[in-house]
């Protein structure tokens, strides 16, 4: 299995600008997450799916975020218009079920905003 | 809520020397835990999982942990450590029972191997 695919690996954008990052789960797994990584506040869950419906999203900053899961395969987080304090890596993970099940994680997204 | 404090930000470490990095929880509820392991410029990779039962859980890379319920604590050790096992270890917490999905992650402790 190919594991968790997160595109781009890095973007570098300016202020103001749309950014979309987008990921693959495995196959198979009903559950995914978008994290946020950054040196300040860590590790944080953006939004949580199961079954592609967003379950829960209190962790996205605000408006200006927006994540979609149209299919079990694919899924995006966007975010318009980025801001500086934007930056960090944005971690994509998936995993059979919510709870005990392990999470995999993808290789991230690195997003600087000018 | 939970929360998760690893009181080590960096360990510098010997190679082949043993190693703990440590994690405490905090939660009123009966909780999960879990050891990942971040390489540089990757994804985080689970270590080791505590559910229930044995309080000494083994995982991968030769590395375990031991889950003390009263100290509120689940330390991570390894007997004799690598180069290759420089990398960035996150502790995190969440709460038991179906349905849980949230993950409450430390802020990471840096392990540095030295040759």
């Known amino acids: 299995d190919a594991g968790v695919i997160q595109s781009p690996r890095h973007e570098v954008t300016e202020m103001g600008q749309e950014v979309t990052l987008r990921c693959k789960p495995i196959?198979?797994?009903?559950?995914l997450f978008w994290y946020r990584q950054t040196m300040m506040r860590g590790l944080e869950l953006l939004i949580y799916f199961n079954n592609n419906v967003p379950i829960d999203d209190s962790g996205m900053p605000e408006d200006r975020f927006s994540a979609k899961m149209p299919n079990a395969s694919f899924s995006t987080l966007k975010i318009q218009p980025s801001e500086p304090r934007d930056s960090a890596v944005y971690f994509c993970?998936?995993?059979?079920?919510?709870?005990?099940?392990?999470?995999?994680f993808g290789p991230g997204t690195r997003l600087l905003v000018l | 809520a939970q929360s998760v404090t690893q009181l080590d930000s960096q360990v510098p470490v010997f190679e082949e020397a043993p190693v703990e990095l440590r994690c405490n929880y905090s939660s009123s509820v009966s909780v999960y835990l879990f050891w990942y392991v971040q390489y540089p410029n990757q994804g985080l990779q689970l270590l080791l999982k505590?559910?229930?039962?044995?309080?000494l859980v083994k995982g991968i890379n030769g590395f375990e942990a031991e889950f003390n319920k009263s100290q509120t604590s689940f330390h991570l050790r390894k007997p004799s450590v690598h180069i290759s096992d420089t990398a960035e270890y996150f502790c995190?917490?969440?709460?038991?029972?179906?349905?849980?999905?949230?993950?409450?992650f430390g802020k990471g402790t840096k392990l540095s191997v030295i040759p």
């Open positions: 196959s198979g797994h009903n559950s």
């Open positions: 993970a998936s995993s059979l079920l919510a709870g005990v099940e392990t999470q995999y």
């Open positions: 995190a917490v969440s709460r038991s029972g179906a349905g849980s999905y949230q993950l409450t």
């Open positions: 505590y559910l229930s039962g044995s309080t």
